[in-house]
């Protein structure tokens, strides 16, 4: 995967005096005077009648006469916004000029008029453009230097207000506190219990739950807000210096957060499972157990330690499904293996009788009428009782599974009420396999007939956790086990700490450092960076055993 370089200047407000787009006015022809007798006209009631009002000027009708080259038509431009008659068409050429300089010109042009004053007021816009560019080069003095000619030629102007912002931002981004973090978190509203989740497992990965650790934590308020999230990566920059920032989480704010970071030379760890994340800059990495880790995994296990090739798909039509289907229908092919049969569902669905029908090839009876026909005339040749079902298609033709397990990216709850209409509608003989959305306790009696024929993963077992040392320490302070948020904020804080202690004290630095983690001691296993800047997380597959929730371990 490519990572685009994609900085995004969040200060970024379009200045009101920039493009302006106006309606073209339609104006009715004037009724054609007929022959006078010399006299003088009169209106109605004896007043002297006017000429029709003018038709007001837009920037189409203001324009000046086409020219092969752009340069000199904005010259043209400049002139007339100068000389031209009244305040209302000075306006326009203005307005058009400035279209023109914001949406037509390219670098090169962009150069030639911030460099001539033959161009005038348009010299600052050039140089806004100019600035911007530089940034997303990264060459900051150059980004800097424009940008003060934005200040020097626009005094007073929305664009000179957010150059001086953007100068400040980058002159802030010099100083670095190595030992301070900077974090990004929902802390109000109706995230803050996940929030709050993770900020505890951060502050123990940065020692901060025992005295001594000499590193401090910044904490920000996204307000599962990114314009509050992004504002906040600026107030860690400029206020508290920050070396690093880590978050978001949630899948709305962690762009922000990862965009607004990379701007600014900082690098961030995202918590977020928000797909293409570590494509926006190349100082954005995350560690999060994301649908790609989750679902090479699966199936992985799936084909190559238990044998099986064919597969059906039931998922619901929400972004979560539909991402983890895309997933996992791509790597079940690259393995070679079969998709044989989808359906999908309204994410809001509680009856899957139909859903499960269409699935399994019962509901559209006229493909099986021969079928439905022989089977019909052998049930009334027997001296078996009648089911009370009557004999509708779903009840006399038997399902075709054609596969040997059904994916089902969706929650426990969910796959509770499919795997009752799956017993109903008679599929046997089939694994039943989901994402770390199923590890959770109760999941086999949600299973019902299915409980032992589940395979799932996630980065957290039974006995991993009894092994983990943070996981310990986590129960002895908070009365309960940590959940995955509260280990990948651990491992994110720890990663951090334990490289700045090793000499990262700078952002380039740690930046490098991050690139080239590799099987670092995390609380659950051993992490490294891909070339992706995605964080290998451990990932475990795991079935319901008696009950319990363990280790998937496959029988020779």
């Known amino acids: ?66 020219s092969s080259d752009p340069l000199i038509a904005l010259k043209d431009l400049v002139v007339l916004s100068v000389q031209a008659p009244t305040k209302q068409e000075q306006d326009v050429y203005r307005l058009r000029a400035i279209e023109d300089v914001e949406n037509r010109l390219n670098e090169k042009q962009l150069e030639e008029v911030a460099d001539n004053s033959d161009y005038g007021y348009l010299r600052g816009h050039a140089m806004s453009r100019l600035a911007d560019k530089a940034l997303e080069e990264r060459d900051i003095s150059k980004a800097k230097k424009y940008y003060a000619g934005v200040i020097d030629y626009l005094p007073e102007s929305d664009l000179a207000a957010r150059a001086q912002d953007i100068i400040s931002q980058l002159d802030a981004a010099k100083n670095v506190q190595s030992k301070t973090i900077g974090v990004v978190l929902p ?48 107030r860690l920059v400029k206020e508290d210096n920050v070396i690093a920032v880590v978050g978001s989480l949630l899948s709305k704010t962690a762009p922000a957060v990862a965009a607004k970071s990379d701007e600014l030379g900082v690098p961030s760890i995202a918590l977020s499972q928000r797909s293409g994340l570590t494509e926006i800059g190349p100082s954005v990495f995350r560690n999060s157990l994301t649908s790609e880790m989750q679902v090479r995994q699966l199936v992985r296990t799936a084909m190559d330690d238990m044998g099986m090739k064919k597969f059906a798909v039931l998922y619901p039509n929400d972004q979560y499904g539909v991402e983890f289907t895309n997933i996992f229908w791509d790597e079940v092919l690259a393995r070679g293996g079969k998709i044989t049969a989808i359906q999908t569902y309204s994410n809001k669905e509680t009856d899957f009788r139909l859903v499960i029908q269409r699935l399994v090839g019962t509901y559209y009876g006229e493909g099986r009428q021969d079928e439905f026909n022989l089977r019909m005339r052998e049930l009334k040749h027997s001296d078996k009782k009648r089911s009370a079902r009557g004999d509708n298609t779903e009840n006399v033709l038997p399902p075709i599974t054609d596969f040997d397990a059904i994916f089902i990216p969706d929650s426990a709850k969910a796959m509770g009420q499919i795997a009752a209409m799956l017993a109903f509608s008679d599929v046997r003989g089939v694994k039943l396999m989901g994402t770390n959305l199923w590890n959770t306790a109760g999941i086999a009696k949600r299973a019902g007939n299915f409980a032992n024929s589940l395979m799932f993963v996630d980065s957290i077992a039974p006995t991993t956790q009894d092994q983990s040392r943070f996981a310990s320490e986590y129960k002895n302070l908070y009365g309960e086990a940590p959940s995955l948020i509260e280990i990948q904020a651990y491992d994110a804080g720890l990663i951090l700490r334990q490289l700045v202690a090793s000499g990262a004290d700078s952002r380039e630095e740690l930046t490098a450092k991050l690139i080239g983690l590799s099987k670092f001691p995390g609380s659950l296993g051993s992490l490294s960076m891909s070339s992706e800047r995605e964080i290998d997380r451990p990932v475990i597959s795991l079935t319901v055993d008696k009950g319990e929730i363990i280790p998937l371990r496959i029988r020779q």
Do not use: W, Y
Not at 187 to 211: D, I, K, Y
């Open 1 to 66: 995967m490519t990572a685009k370089l994609a900085l995004i200047v969040s200060v970024c407000v379009i200045a009101s005096c920039t493009t302006a787009t106006t309606k073209r006015t339609e104006t009715k022809q004037a009724p054609v005077a007929g022959k006078t007798n010399g006299k003088k006209g009169k209106g109605m009631s004896g007043m002297s009648a006017k000429p029709p009002p003018a038709a007001p000027v837009t920037p189409e009708a203001a324009a000046p006469a086409a």
């Open 187 to 234: 802390l109000s509203g109706r995230n803050a219990p996940v929030g709050q989740r993770a900020l505890r497992g951060l502050e123990m990965g940065l020692g901060l739950h025992v005295p001594g650790s000499g590193f401090k934590l910044a904490v920000m308020d996204s307000e599962g807000n990114p314009d509050s999230a992004r504002r906040g990566v600026e």
